[in-house]
């Protein structure tokens, strides 16, 4: 099994989170469908993290999964 996380892209992707809505973060980098999860970590021993937005409002999600605030951006992805 190859490195995990895949880093799955380089600048993040904003998201128009919806309050009380449960969101599938991938951690794996593995999916196609970024920066959520289409279950393509099965048997690689990570894990998806799921979030729930309090407030209906824009976030920026992390694609290069090196961020130390996940699912959101901290600019990690400008030092790769």
Same mark, same amino acid.
């Given at each position: 099994m190859e490195d995990l996380p895949k880093i799955a892209g380089t600048a993040p992707v904003k998201h128009e989170a919806e309050a009380g809505k449960t969101y599938a973060w991938c951690t794996c980098g593995l999916s196609d *469908?970024? =920066?959520? %999860?289409n279950g393509a970590h099965r048997d690689s021993g990570m894990t998806n993290l799921?979030? +729930? #937005? #309090? #407030? $209906?409002k824009d976030v920026w999600? %992390? +694609? %290069?999964?090196? +961020?130390?605030? =996940? =699912?959101y951006c901290d600019g $990690?992805? *400008?030092a790769l």
């Amino acid at each position: 099994m190859e490195d995990l996380p895949k880093i799955a892209g380089t600048a993040p992707v904003k998201h128009e989170a919806e309050a009380g809505k449960t969101y599938a973060w991938c951690t794996c980098g593995l999916s196609d *469908k970024q =920066p959520f %999860c289409n279950g393509a970590h099965r048997d690689s021993g990570m894990t998806n993290l799921k979030v +729930t #937005e #309090e #407030e $209906s409002k824009d976030v920026w999600l %992390c +694609t %290069c999964k090196q +961020t130390k605030n =996940p =699912p959101y951006c901290d600019g $990690s992805h *400008k030092a790769l």
